[in-house]
């Protein structure tokens, strides 16, 4: 047996928030204390003088696209772009430096940020890239601008040359730009995704692929790779078989059937399902990808045979439909069907525009719901995308944090990334500061959410897991000491006390222009993920 003492530092629990040290041996935490008792924790092989750094749970990213996410890393990013002309110089400046037919893969550009307020024209894009087969992600992946060059490749699509590809369309030339990725492209655009999530004190991500054939091959590729933090793949594969549910992990190395299987699509593209017409485009109300009966017959099939489900929906026609699906499938069950399928866990990715009655099943289920405070950061508020998009009535109360968590519903913090960047403290800060007053959590839920709530979204109800406690894993995150308070009981309201009277375990202070924790190490079941230098120059073995 091996332990590790850190000492020296200020500790995120529960179990004991005045504690400054903890041991770890073989993976597992085996004491948390104080100063005064580090003798308790027995004779350590290793000792870590933390000077006063924060150790706290490692975060879960409950939604990411790993490959999509690096290849905006080490690629075209154009999220940045502030007028279509400089997304245009932006598009240009990453083809110069594409040999010749090599394909040119870019993501994060978004028309409704610009005065012109519209994507470049094929044309555009055409002058910009030459020959190169050319894919560019809208943010929320659910369009994306060609080049003619790519658009060759599927002469059986009818593409409009002036508007974006969705649906359908979209997720065929997706699927032709990545056969065009190379393995080691690929693998490099992985790697740095994931290298770059442990960077960032995370210690699992939870991978959304799609079920078609390229999106097994990626996720395969994944899945292969030794990585230093954990990687859970989940399917978009429908089923209505319990036997094809089990058959479909075996083959593919997935845990579920969930994920971005998708209900509708998205609110910036006009693809999420609604009951009434975008405010901006009154001849849309997006598309329902799957019917009630195919989402009450998965939910069934995947019950019975011991699979998690899930689905991603948006819209409020996407996400009262997983709502009605939820009883339907309690209902087919029979006796006991509320026990069989909230024992598979359902989860429901983003479920931005949930009512009270769809909030009501997910917490009768016992479904998760994994979401992305990010989204409202980046298109909440009366001037945000969602409400020209939605009209500002419809849209304030998007992303009802707080109403879920009221509920009952189980929540778990996630990126979507490459939709927004998998920076946690970030979407812990935004799910606080929610745009719209009430919607928000609590700074202590928020951070729960995205430690402990990422574990429970994959079904664990391991001892502590998720948490600092004595015998749960060691999955840590080791953050620079800042200005650390301890948030205030009441958990509408984002204030902070610094009362040593708390028994809440300490938190940085979230507050909008704080600063936020940078990470100095990433432990996952207490082997080295990420450092900056902490663990190889402040431990010293002991004789």
């Given at each position: 047996m091996t332990t590790t003492l850190f000492r020296g530092g200020r500790v995120h629990t529960a179990a004991d928030p005045e504690a400054t040290a903890l041991a770890v041996t073989d993976g597992v935490i085996s004491w948390i204390g104080g100063e005064h008792a580090v003798e308790m924790a027995g004779r350590p092989d290793h000792v870590v003088q933390l000077d006063g750094a924060l150790v706290a749970p490692g975060f879960v990213d409950a939604h990411v696209h790993s490959t999509d996410a690096g290849l905006a890393l080490i690629g075209l990013d154009l999220s940045a772009a502030t007028t279509l002309a400089d997304c245009l110089v932006r598009i240009a400046s990453a083809a110069n430096a594409v040999e010749p037919g090599g394909l040119v893969w870019g993501h994060g550009w978004d028309e409704t940020r610009w005065p012109e307020n519209r994507p470049p024209t094929r044309a555009e894009i055409d002058a910009a890239v030459g020959d190169r087969p050319?894919?560019?992600?809208?943010?929320?992946?659910?369009?994306?601008?060609?080049?003619?060059?790519?658009?060759?490749?599927?002469?059986?699509?009818?593409?409009?040359?002036?508007?974006?590809?969705?649906?359908?369309?979209?997720?065929?030339?997706?699927?032709?730009?990545?056969?065009?990725?190379?393995?080691?492209?690929?693998?490099?655009?992985?790697?740095?995704?994931?290298?770059?999530?442990?960077?960032?004190?995370?210690?699992?991500?939870?991978?959304?692929?799609?079920?078609?054939?390229?999106?097994?091959?990626?996720?395969?590729?994944?899945?292969?790779?030794?990585?230093?933090?954990?990687?859970?793949?989940?399917?978009?594969?429908?089923?209505?078989?319990?036997?094809?549910?089990?058959?479909?992990?075996?083959?593919?190395?997935?845990?579920?059937?969930?994920?971005?299987?998708?209900?509708?699509?998205?609110?910036?593209?006009?693809?999420?399902?609604?009951?009434?017409?975008?405010?901006?485009?009154?001849?849309?109300?997006?598309?329902?990808?799957?019917?009630?009966?195919?989402?009450?017959?998965?939910?069934?099939?995947?019950?019975?045979?011991?699979?998690?489900?899930g689905f991603h929906a948006i819209g409020d026609d996407g996400v009262s439909a997983v709502g009605r699906a939820l009883r339907r499938a309690i209902d087919r069950l029979g006796p006991n069907g509320t026990v069989k399928l909230a024992g598979v866990v359902p989860r429901i990715e983003h479920a931005e525009m949930a009512d009270a009655e769809a909030i009501a099943a997910f917490a009768a289920t016992g479904t998760v719901a994994s979401v992305q405070p990010m989204f409202d950061a980046e298109w909440g508020g009366d001037q945000g995308m969602y409400a020209r998009r939605l009209g500002a009535d419809r849209a304030r109360p998007m992303n009802p944090f707080a109403a879920l968590a009221s509920a009952g519903v189980a929540l778990a913090l996630g990126s979507d990334a490459p939709v927004t960047a998998a920076r946690p403290w970030q979407a812990v800060q935004a799910a606080v500061h929610h745009h719209t007053a009430g919607s928000g959590l609590s700074p202590r839920a928020a951070f729960t959410a995205h430690t402990r709530g990422g574990h429970r979204a994959a079904g664990r109800t391991d001892r502590g897991v998720g948490t600092i406690a004595v015998g749960a894993p060691a999955h840590l995150a080791i953050f620079a000491a800042g200005e650390l308070v301890r948030p205030a009981a009441n958990p509408r309201v984002a204030r902070w006390s610094t009362d040593p009277r708390s028994r809440v375990p300490l938190l940085p202070d979230l507050t909008p222009g704080a600063g936020l924790p940078t990470t100095l190490a990433t432990l996952v079941g207490g082997r080295v993920a990420f450092d900056t230098g902490l663990l190889a120059d402040l431990t010293e073995s002991v004789g």
């Open positions: 050319t894919y560019l992600s809208r943010v929320d992946v659910h369009s994306a601008l060609v080049s003619t060059t790519l658009a060759a490749g599927l002469p059986d699509l009818a593409l409009h040359p002036d508007i974006p590809p969705t649906r359908g369309a979209h997720h065929a030339v997706r699927n032709r730009a990545k056969a065009l990725l190379t393995p080691e492209r690929r693998t490099q655009a992985q790697t740095a995704f994931l290298t770059a999530a442990a960077a960032a004190g995370i210690v699992e991500v939870h991978e959304c692929a799609s079920g078609d054939e390229p999106g097994r091959a990626d996720l395969a590729s994944l899945l292969a790779l030794d990585v230093p933090i954990s990687v859970l793949g989940y399917l978009a594969s429908a089923v209505a078989d319990p036997a094809e549910a089990t058959a479909l992990l075996r083959l593919t190395g997935a845990v579920a059937l969930a994920g971005d299987l998708s209900v509708d699509g998205a609110i910036g593209s006009r693809t999420a399902a609604l009951t009434s017409p975008y405010a901006d485009d009154p001849q849309a109300c997006g598309t329902r990808y799957l019917s009630d009966d195919e989402l009450t017959d998965h939910l069934w099939a995947c019950a019975v045979a011991g699979v998690q489900p």
